[in-house]
């Protein structure tokens, strides 16, 4: 499948949704809403032009006029960004984000149990694939509509198992990512992890480790993309191209790039987490390095802020002491580290979920469904609500909507990461069995527990290096 078919899936514009036979309006996020006006024009403008064509009349020559308009706008667009000075409190570079972070622990090893840890990283592995495979059906929806498919559609809500059925009228045929049929992704049929991008990175993570250990660059990040990665979809198609076109892997990242604060980058943290278990600064380093490939500012704090609240999640009871945790390790009034801090006092002032992702919805309204900002509010809010209860932090993660396949993967992995695979529910857990299948070239097939062995031999060199 072609790269452009699969990033439909971080795209989506309002839509219907089939239920029962009856047709609602899906309040789907679109993916930029903040110029409503400019979109209404733009449609308007495309249904003239085809109705122009299909009546005989040559429309070429206005679709070239427009085509070339557009370019240079964007072209003078893009070079008035690239001439703004970058906010003091948004800083690219490691050493400037270090300079701006609030003290922290920095290493909690003495805290980490080595008996525990194979146990640990096997659930952070199994929770970040139930909480992928949870959201995956509904990626893009809205709050609202997830809410009313499962009232309609006999659908358990709050969710507290996999979709029985496709809450989207899509074949169930669909190979998702080329590989796994949607089905595949539905409880009647699961019986082992599909193919996705959320868990498809943490794989190539594991892959790069194993060859280059824990003191990689961003230029090793490059070439095991080129070597392992067939398709990307938004920042990480945007850097793939570049760097297929021979720009630098340093400047991969930025150059004509409109998603570098967008979530890409921190669906990608997990792999450094499981290999700095305890450790959240090296955790958050090796997420620098990995996100710099692709994204900038909002985009690799959000990456690091991930990766350090579940290497902190290793040694923790409660998710809220990992996520401050993982605040010192990024800038302290970055947007991140404001939307992080606020989500949280929300959560304790309104003390009720569906309050708070009200106020985050509407905070963020207009913004990306797939934009780092209000996606980690929501993954922030399932975690605080979810207090340790794996079902119910994936299950929030979820149904707030946005990237929900993302949110759900990632509030798994750290609940995994503090609870371990023992402690996972077996309605979760059995149905994802032992098989793993990946889009990766030449690493389609692998097994949950052979991964959590292998991120447990990584981790054990790393911390090594902490001693």
């Given at each position: 499948?072609?790269?452009?078919?699969?990033?439909?899936?971080?795209?989506?514009?309002?839509?219907?949704?089939?239920?029962d036979?009856?047709?609602?309006?899906?309040?789907i996020?679109?993916?930029?809403?903040?110029?409503?006006?400019?979109?209404k024009?733009w449609?308007?403008?495309?249904?003239?032009?085809?109705?122009?064509?299909e009546?005989?009349?040559?429309?070429?020559?206005?679709?070239?006029?427009?085509?070339?308009?557009?370019?240079?706008?964007?072209?003078?667009?893009?070079?008035?960004?690239?001439?703004?000075?970058?906010?003091?409190?948004?800083?690219?570079?490691?050493?400037?984000?270090?300079?701006?972070?609030?003290?922290?622990?920095?290493?909690?090893?003495?805290?980490?149990?080595?008996?525990?840890?194979?146990?640990?990283?096997?659930?952070?592995?199994?929770?970040?694939?139930?909480?992928?495979?949870?959201?995956?059906?509904?990626?893009?929806?809205?709050?609202?509509?997830?809410?009313?498919?499962?009232?309609?559609?006999?659908?358990?809500?709050?969710?507290?198992?996999?979709?029985?059925?496709?809450?989207?009228?899509?074949p169930?045929?669909?190979?998702?990512?080329?590989?796994?049929?949607?089905?595949?992704?539905?409880?009647?049929?699961?019986?082992?992890?599909?193919?996705?991008?959320?868990?498809?990175?943490?794989?190539?993570?594991?892959l790069?480790?194993?060859?280059?250990?824990?003191?990689?660059?961003?230029?090793?990040?490059?070439?095991?993309?080129?070597?392992y990665?067939?398709?990307?979809?938004?920042?990480?198609?945007?850097?793939l191209?570049?760097?297929?076109?021979?720009?630098?892997?340093?400047?991969?990242?930025?150059?004509?790039?409109?998603?570098?604060?967008?979530?890409?980058?921190?669906?990608?943290?997990?792999?450094?987490?499981?290999?700095?278990?305890?450790?959240?600064?090296?955790?958050?380093?090796?997420?620098?390095?990995?996100?710099?490939?692709?994204?900038?500012?909002?985009?690799?704090?959000?990456?690091?802020?991930?990766?350090?609240?579940?290497?902190?999640?290793?040694?923790?009871?409660?998710?809220?002491?990992?996520?401050?945790?993982?605040?010192?390790?990024?800038?302290?009034?970055?947007?991140?580290?404001?939307?992080?801090?606020?989500?949280?006092?929300?959560?304790?002032?309104?003390?009720?979920?569906?309050?708070?992702?009200?106020?985050?919805?509407?905070?963020?309204?207009?913004?990306?469904?797939?934009?780092?900002?209000?996606?980690?509010?929501v993954?922030?809010?399932?975690?605080?609500?979810?207090?340790?209860?794996?079902?119910?932090?994936?299950?929030?993660?979820?149904?707030?909507?946005?990237?929900?396949?993302?949110?759900?993967?990632?509030?798994?992995?750290?609940?995994?990461?503090?609870?371990?695979?023992?402690?996972?529910?077996?309605?979760?857990?059995?149905p994802?069995?032992?098989?793993?299948?990946t889009?990766?070239?030449?690493?389609?097939?692998?097994?949950?527990?052979?991964?959590?062995?292998?991120?447990?031999?990584?981790?054990?060199?790393?911390?090594?290096?902490?001693?």
């Open positions: 499948m072609l790269p452009e078919a699969v990033c439909q899936r971080r795209r989506w514009l309002s839509g219907t949704l089939a239920v036979g009856l047709f609602i309006l899906a309040k996020k679109r993916t930029m809403g903040y110029f409503p006006e400019l979109e024009i449609q308007e403008y495309l249904a003239w032009l085809a109705l122009a064509r009546r005989g009349l040559s429309a070429s020559s206005f679709a070239g006029k427009t085509s070339r308009f557009l370019a240079t706008e964007k072209k003078k667009l893009q070079e008035r960004l690239e001439k703004m000075r970058p906010s003091r409190k948004e800083p690219d570079s490691l050493k400037a984000i270090r300079q701006l972070r609030p003290s922290g622990p920095r290493r909690l090893t003495e805290k980490l149990s080595t008996q525990q840890l194979p146990d640990r990283l096997l659930g952070a592995w199994l929770g970040r694939a139930a909480g992928c495979i949870l959201g995956l059906p509904c990626e893009g929806m809205s709050k609202e509509a997830i809410r009313f498919v499962c009232l309609n559609h006999a659908h358990p809500y709050p969710l507290s198992d996999y979709w029985s059925h496709d809450p989207k009228p899509l169930p045929q669909t190979l998702h990512y080329g590989t796994t049929a949607r089905r595949n992704f539905l409880k009647p049929h699961l019986s082992s992890i599909g193919a996705d991008d959320d868990l498809a990175y943490t794989i190539l993570g594991l790069l480790l194993e060859e280059k250990g824990s003191c990689f660059t961003t230029k090793d990040v490059a070439r095991a993309w080129l070597k990665l067939p398709l990307a979809c938004t920042a990480e198609a945007v850097a191209n570049n760097l297929k076109h021979g720009i630098s892997p340093d400047r991969a990242g930025q150059v004509d790039n409109p998603y570098s604060d967008w979530i890409g980058a921190d669906i990608r943290s997990d792999p450094w987490a499981y290999a700095a278990p305890g450790w959240p600064e090296k955790a958050a380093e090796m997420a620098y390095y990995d996100a710099f490939l692709s994204h900038r500012g909002t985009g690799i704090h959000a990456a690091m802020f991930f990766s350090a609240a579940i290497s902190a999640a290793f040694v923790c009871q409660d998710p809220l002491e990992a996520i401050r945790i993982a605040l010192t390790e990024i800038p302290r009034d970055c947007r991140l580290a404001r939307t992080v801090r606020q989500t949280i006092d929300w959560c304790h002032r309104d003390r009720d979920w569906e309050k708070t992702t009200d106020r985050i919805l509407k905070t963020f309204s207009g913004m990306s469904a797939a934009h780092a900002l209000n996606n980690a509010a993954t922030v809010a399932s975690l605080v609500y979810g207090g340790g209860d794996f079902s119910r932090t994936i299950a929030l993660a979820v149904m707030a909507g946005l990237d929900t396949d993302c949110n759900g993967a990632t509030a798994g992995s750290l609940a995994g990461a503090m609870l371990g695979a023992s402690r996972l529910p077996s309605r979760w857990k059995k994802l069995g032992n098989q793993v299948h889009y990766l070239k030449g690493h389609k097939n692998f097994h949950s527990d052979e991964l959590a062995a292998r991120f447990h031999r990584i981790a054990l060199k790393v911390l090594d290096e902490s001693i």
